[in-house]
């Protein structure tokens, strides 16, 4: 059974740092792409950033420039390293990982089966 626990998330003011986390479990972690999204109050889950099996990253505009994402195949996690946060980056954080391997998933919430618990974001301004 696939399972990804996410952790990390807090409240912090504008301007400050927080690395979320991501541990997985029940599979070969290493050759999946592995995703993070989020979701604010009354809008769309949406995209923010991703690590492929071999390491290539990719990002949503809002995230680049400021958001760090990378995966350490060695204790099967996941991690995004956010820094300059602004009030609009609050959400609920979400990993995700989709049910195929060595593919490369995209940036649409459908193309992805596991998703984990989420972890609260809050930056005050």
């Known amino acids: 059974q696939v399972q990804l626990v996410e952790s990390g998330g807090g409240l912090v003011q504008a301007g400050g740092s927080l690395r979320l986390s991501c541990a997985t479990s029940?599979?070969?972690?290493?050759?999946?792409?592995m995703a993070w999204f989020r979701q604010a109050p009354g809008k769309e889950r949406e995209f923010v950033a991703a690590v492929s099996w071999t390491e290539t990253t990719d990002y949503a505009d809002s995230a680049k420039g400021r958001f760090t994402v990378s995966r350490d195949n060695t204790k099967d996690t996941v991690y995004l390293q956010m820094t300059s946060l602004k009030p609009e980056d609050t959400a609920v954080y979400y990993c995700?990982?989709?049910?195929?391997?060595?593919?490369?998933?995209?940036?649409?919430?459908?193309?992805?089966?596991?998703w984990g618990q989420g972890t609260q974001v809050t930056v005050s301004s």
């Open positions: 995700a990982a989709p049910r195929g391997p060595w593919g490369t998933p995209g940036k649409k919430a459908a193309s992805y089966d596991y």
């Open positions: 029940g599979r070969t972690f290493k050759i999946y792409t």
